[in-house]
């Protein structure tokens, strides 16, 4: 599996931003898409995700401003960031994940970070 993220960019505090993922390979066996986010000396924290059947997971300090979507058809995952702020700058990971129920094993797949950064 490949992942090629892009979208990120400059915005002011308020703006909006659209990350887009595209997805390649072995994506039939992908369970889950979604967004991770990394700060310079923290690690990679999970901002949105979206299982095959539609459920989300959102941190809490984006609910409200950022929506995940996903065409399947296209193997691609969206984040459409809204009101962003200074504290959303970070470095945006597309992810994957395969789950092995039988097996209690799971394969995580990565994009490429793309930077979003958020003045003030």
């Known amino acids: 599996v490949q992942l090629q993220a892009s979208g990120g960019g400059f915005v002011q505090a308020g703006g909006s931003l659209r990350l887009s993922c595209v997805g390649s390979?072995?994506?039939?066996?992908?369970?889950?898409m979604g967004w991770y986010r990394r700060t310079p000396g923290k690690q990679r924290d999970l901002v949105a995700t979206?299982?095959?059947?539609?459920?989300?997971t959102y941190d809490d300090s984006v609910k409200g401003r950022f929506t995940i979507s996903r065409d399947n058809a296209k193997n691609t995952v969206y984040l459409q960031m809204t009101d962003l702020k200074p504290e959303d700058t970070a470095v945006y990971y597309c992810?994957?994940?395969?789950?092995?129920?039988?097996?209690?094993?799971?394969?995580?797949?990565w994009g490429q970070g793309t930077q979003v950064t958020v003045s003030s």
């Open positions: 979206m299982t095959n059947g539609g459920l989300t």
């Open positions: 390979g072995d994506m039939d066996r992908i369970d889950a």
């Open positions: 992810h994957a994940v395969r789950l092995d129920l039988v097996n209690i094993e799971r394969y995580d797949y």
